[in-house]
């Protein structure tokens, strides 16, 4: 299938730093791509939807301000958590799909831990 | 109503038996069917991918999608250790894609 692939894995950040995780399509146009965050033994949550060259799409509860998305190109989408917290300790996963935006393919995800 | 449910399990299966897995769906619009298998602390990978009503095979997967029923399954025949995960159902239309909540497998040796 095709590749996704996001950086950095794991990251460990202090609280009020901002940090940037990024996701990319290595073989094919990512049209749509997909963030999520996922707390343990808990199912994958939809942050947002961003398309490329627009702006993201927002699920209700999820603060647009803390969570930029940032989807500039076909083959990149970054996620940056603004001045992070300990609540925002999570492992945040991407996917992305093509044109006709059926099948999506996922990261390997990014554990993140703000201390 | 939740768009998307299935049962968070946990289901504990010995090994060799038949696992059958399902989903329920509300939007009568989604077209595209798929499984995913997420391993502890992995980003989820897709196992299968199934367009519109009907069945698919690979290997010892079987998906099959009732859209009259909106009712979708993943049977996992001869199951082994190696198959314990998590199984996320999901399903999409043109820019939406929605999962279940996951069903935790445990095969058992």
């Known amino acids: 299938g095709a590749v996704v692939s996001q950086h950095p894995s794991w990251v460990i950040c202090k609280s009020g730093t901002s940090v940037k995780i990024e996701c990319r399509s290595l073989?094919?146009?990512?049209?749509?791509m997909f963030w999520y965050r996922q707390f343990p033994k808990q199912s994958l949550m939809l942050m947002a939807t961003s398309n490329e060259g627009s702006k993201a799409t927002y699920e209700q509860g999820v603060e647009k301000d803390k969570f930029l998305i940032n989807h500039a190109s076909l083959t990149l989408s970054t996620l940056t958590v603004t001045s992070a917290h300990p609540e925002d300790s999570s492992f945040y996963i991407c996917?992305?799909?093509?044109?006709?935006?059926?099948?999506?393919?996922f990261g390997q995800g990014t554990r993140l831990t703000v201390v | 109503q939740k768009e998307v449910e299935q049962d968070p399990g946990p289901l504990s299966v010995p090994e060799g038996a038949i696992v059958s897995l399902n989903c329920t769906y509300s939007?009568?619009?989604?077209?595209?069917f798929m499984w995913y298998r997420q391993y502890s602390r992995k980003g989820p990978e897709l196992l299968m991918y199934?367009?519109?009503?009907g069945n698919k095979e690979d290997g010892r997967f079987t998906a099959q999608v009732d859209k009259s029923s909106k009712y979708i399954s993943l049977f996992i025949r001869d199951s082994q250790p190696s198959d314990s995960a998590t199984y996320l159902c999901?399903?999409?239309?043109?820019?939406?894609?929605?999962f279940g909540a996951g069903t935790r497998l445990t095969v058992k040796p």
């Open positions: 073989d094919f146009q990512a049209t749509t």
């Open positions: 939007n009568s619009a989604f077209q595209y």
């Open positions: 199934t367009y519109s009503s």
């Open positions: 996917s992305a799909s093509g044109s006709l935006n059926t099948e999506a393919f």
């Open positions: 999901a399903m999409s239309q043109i820019n939406d894609m929605r």
